[in-house]
């Protein structure tokens, strides 16, 4: 079964009313791949803004969930808040959150199942550092991470699994087609194994760490990259030529 192509824009602490508008517009207005679904993940003040002006067929993502369905957790959103803003999608495990923040793979794991448990997809992100990758860490680090989830949640038909190593994010730097590749073919194998044969074969693995206009075309050739997470390119307007890489 072929997998849908996902291309998902992730603006992190960036915007206004003025420049998200201005970006919502441009996709309003861009001819878009059809085949292509396309989320885009903006901060958390601006997700109504967003869904209200974004049209249809387009969806939007929040950065952040907690894991509990409501109380005393000061500053946290949940699923049943994300739900009644119209909100379909949300971002788990990100490494800025892993790094910054310091969430544990129990933690993401934890907030992942409660998304799915409440009906949200989830764009589960995973990735090793350059001090993993160089000690040949790498398939290791990202099938810690992903085990923390396996451990919770057993149906992933609405998880996306986001493939970012930590080097290669907002650093210009890019893994090769063939270092991409490698993984997401390793993650593939982990999920035939862990998971079930039908999930390795229907999840969608996508690539993220500086995707730009200039090398999506060539990643999104390998056989086991079925999209990108973007980061700085999602908020220029480059962002079309990604969604639109395999057009």
Partial sequence: MARTFFVGGN???NGSVKTLTSIVDNLNQAKLDPNVEVVVA???LYLPLVREKLRSGLEVSAQNVFDKPNGAFT???SVDHLKDLGITWT?????ERRVILQE???????KTKAALDGGLGVILCIGESLEQREAGKTIDVVTRQLNAVADKVKDWSKIVIAYEPVW???T???ATNEQAQEVHAAIRKWLASTVSKEAAETTRIIYGGSVNEGNCKALATQPDIDG???GGASLKPAFVDIINARS
Wanted: aromatic share 10%; no cysteine; proline share 7%.
């Fill in 228 to 230: 990108f997470l973007v």
């Fill in 42 to 44: 903006p901060p958390s």
């Fill in 75 to 77: 500053g946290e959103i």
């Fill in 168 to 170: 290669a994010i907002g």
């Fill in 104 to 110: 544990d793979d129990a933690f993401v794991a934890s």
């Fill in 172 to 174: 210009g730097k890019v």
């Fill in 11 to 13: 603006f992190k602490m």
């Fill in 91 to 95: 971002l788990t495990g990100h490494s």
